[in-house]
């Protein structure tokens, strides 16, 4: 399975990005789409999760700003991201599993969002 992320960039505080996730390759098993990111000094954090039946989850430190969605067909997790703060300044990592989200089978490369005070 690869995954290849895109959408990070550069954004003021208040201003909002999205961020896409498309997998490709041996994908019939994959349950379970998401989001972690790590900010510079710290540890890899979970941010949000969407499973092929429709569960979705997020860290209460962006519930009410960030929305994910998934498009099956497509293969392909969005993640929303509105009302940016300089604290949500990480690198995104997409990741796919075959079962949970605690611990993904597959990553992606990471996409670096910049959010400016």
């Known amino acids: 399975v690869q995954l290849q992320a895109s959408g990070g960039g550069l954004v003021q505080a208040g201003g909002s990005l999205r961020l896409s996730c498309t997998a490709s390759?041996?994908?019939?098993?994959?349950?379970?789409m998401g989001w972690y990111r790590q900010a510079p000094g710290k540890q890899r954090e979970f941010v949000a999760f969407s499973t092929r039946g429709g569960i979705i989850n997020y860290v209460d430190s962006v519930k009410g700003r960030f929305t994910i969605s998934r498009d099956n067909a497509k293969n392909t997790v969005y993640l929303q991201m509105n009302s940016l703060k300089p604290e949500d300044t990480a690198v995104y990592y997409c990741f796919a599993d075959r079962a949970s989200w605690g611990n993904p089978d597959y990553w992606g490369q990471g996409t670096l969002v910049t959010v400016s005070s």
């Open positions: 390759g041996s994908i019939a098993n994959i349950y379970v």
